[in-house]
């Protein structure tokens, strides 16, 4: 018999089955269900349609409030307090409101909810963050996290599984977000990686951090995969020594697992890479739009507010200022992050440096709150999606690149090659 | 539910590729529990008419990456309070596709085909297979595995669960 690649092998695993094969439907245990304050009250409701007063294991079903905190209408006011009433009589115990919140996959990733060999699932698309950790995330809406919640299942199709082994050597201040990026104009959106399982492997991936890692997880789902993973290897023991909220073994691909292709990427090649307005497959490299004008900075959400993150705008920041036509938000993306920074210094050398610092929070990414764009901005911006609209006018442009291309953008106003501070 | 009859109301070229949820039924329109009050919204941005033409038993038919997009439950949700029948689509958008049997609405992919606006379909679920009834041309299309058609059958994963207490693949 063949042998399988990872995500089989998980799926089989946690399917109670010896093997699994590409297509076949599974009944799947899940590890832990992510629901947050956006849609957790249609999840809970959907729970009790099923007849369940209670949810299957409190401590794996975890809630989190993101998309709408801190509140900046009464009718998102409201639609929290309710929120939290409906966690609250379920007696959740990890609930990370305002004051301990933060995007809902950071914490899932950062506070040790997600294991490697395990799956995971939640409310919302970019639930594929997981896979950083060697774990299968998968998003899904309500109807599944109800009954993942109420019997700790869920079925899915076992997808196919495309390699990509990345090679070379990073270059200065060239993030896991480039080779996202890069791959996403390599890849294209013409339906390819439909439903598939997208493994990262090589040496240029050891050699990534666990934060680079979730960016490129994180954007599968913007590839219009099912999941992204990496294998865990020392990085990640390292990473969930003493967070991990559970027992977990090493787990790898077969030698001989099959895959549907395998591409090959070299990082040594890729520089700053950037995403052109509108279409998240239009590509760039940073040479092509360099000079270009823009107004509005960000630097947050699940793709690219971690420490490692604003570690690197600070570096790039320190002792300068950002230019005078340019407004510059950072919105860490958890509670813990924003703390590591402040006690990093990071946040002081970035509030010297002219940018806002607002609470953690899904903030525009979702263009509810916190630094909408508005008519005519040009918005460049270190998060996932650049469709028109994504963060509030649908006359507003957006650019998305890495954190070290926004933070040497700011100070020139125009978009700027970092490697040519 | 596994046979039936509908009219198709195709989009084709452009139009018909990478339709999101939010063509579907607009986000500023799914704040609500009611699911009754998105047929007066479904398809509005793609095809103001729509609500109005649509029949119980009709067709979708639309090409690549259907339903792409926000992984709002709402948009397969809108097309079944409207009565729709079932949505052809070269391929759909993952979420969209789980989201569909979950609530109880069946698709159907089919690669390659000339289905146009008007024409009525004979659809099998069970063989996969859709009859053009205008051109008698049929087309194989990806047959849905039992448990699905199981699930749709008691009209969403919800109902199913309620009804049987689990399930076995």
């Known amino acids: 018999m063949p042998g399988m690649t990872i995500t089989e092998k998980i799926m089989a695993q946690q399917s109670g089955r010896d093997s699994v094969r590409p297509a076949e439907l599974v009944w799947t245990d899940i590890y832990t269900v992510m629901t947050m304050d956006y849609l957790g009250k249609q999840t809970f409701t959907a729970l009790h349609e099923l007849g369940k007063t209670e949810v299957f294991d409190k401590d794996r079903v975890i809630c989190v409030s993101d998309h709408l905190v801190p509140p900046p209408t009464a009718q998102f006011a409201t639609m929290l307090n309710e929120w939290r009433e409906v966690v609250r009589e379920h007696n959740i115990t990890h609930f990370y409101d305002l004051g301990k919140q933060g995007i809902a996959h950071q914490i899932m990733v950062e506070q040790g909810h997600v294991l490697p060999g395990t799956v995971s699932i939640g409310t919302d698309s970019h639930a594929n963050t997981y896979g950083a950790v060697g774990a299968v995330g998968n998003a899904v809406s309500v109807s599944d996290a109800a009954v993942a919640m109420a019997i700790g299942k869920c079925w899915f199709r076992v997808p196919e599984s495309v390699k990509f082994h990345i090679t070379g050597t990073w270059q200065p201040y060239v993030m896991g977000k480039d080779l996202s990026l890069h791959i996403m104009g390599m890849m294209h959106w013409n339906g390819h990686l439909i439903y598939k399982t997208l493994e990262f492997e090589g040496p240029a991936i050891h050699a990534l951090s666990m934060a680079g890692r979730m960016t490129l997880c994180n954007m599968t789902v913007d590839l219009g995969a099912k999941n992204g993973i990496v294998a865990p290897d020392e990085v990640t023991k390292e990473y969930l020594k003493g967070r991990a909220k559970g027992d977990w073994s090493m787990i790898a691909s077969d030698a001989d697992a099959h895959y549907d292709a395998v591409y090959e990427v070299d990082v040594t090649n890729i520089g700053p890479t950037v995403a052109m307005p509108d279409k998240l497959d239009d590509i760039a490299p940073i040479e092509k739009v360099v000079g270009t004008k823009f107004n509005k900075a960000f630097v947050g959400t699940c793709t690219n507010g971690r420490l490692e993150d604003i570690a690197m705008i600070a570096k790039i920041l320190e002792g300068k200022q950002v230019h005078r036509d340019v407004n510059f938000l950072l919105v860490p993306a958890s509670t813990q992050v924003y703390l590591d920074a402040l006690k990093a210094g990071y946040i002081t050398t970035l509030v010297e440096a002219g940018v806002a610092v607002d609470t953690p929070s899904c903030a525009a990414c979702a263009g509810i709150h916190t630094g909408v764009a508005g008519d005519g901005d040009i918005v460049l911006s270190a998060g996932n999606r650049n469709m028109k609209g994504r963060m509030g006018s649908k006359n507003a442009q957006i650019y998305l690149s890495s954190p070290a291309v926004v933070a040497a953008s700011a100070l020139t106003g125009v978009i700027s090659d970092p490697r040519e501070l | ?169």
Do not use: W
């Open chain 2, 1 to 169: 539910m596994a046979t039936f009859q509908g009219t198709v109301h195709a989009y084709s070229g452009a139009m018909g590729d990478n339709i999101d949820t939010d063509r579907i039924i607009p986000g500023k329109y799914t704040k609500t529990l009611d699911v009754q009050s998105l047929a007066a919204h479904v398809m509005e941005d793609i095809d103001p008419d729509f609500k109005n033409r649509v029949k119980q038993g009709d067709i979708i038919v639309a090409g690549d990456n259907f339903g792409c997009g926000s992984s709002r439950e709402q948009a397969p949700i809108a097309l079944k309070v409207v009565g729709v029948s079932v949505v052809i689509a070269r391929y759909f958008a993952r979420i969209f596709f789980r989201n569909a049997i979950n609530i109880g609405l069946p698709l159907l992919e089919i690669p390659d085909h000339n289905i146009s606006n008007g024409a009525v379909l004979e659809v099998n679920l069970l063989e996969g297979s859709v009859t053009d009834t205008n051109t008698g041309i049929t087309y194989k299309a990806t047959k849905m595995p039992q448990v699905m058609i199981d699930i749709l059958a008691e009209g969403g994963l919800v109902a199913y669960l309620q009804k049987h207490g689990d399930y076995v693949l």
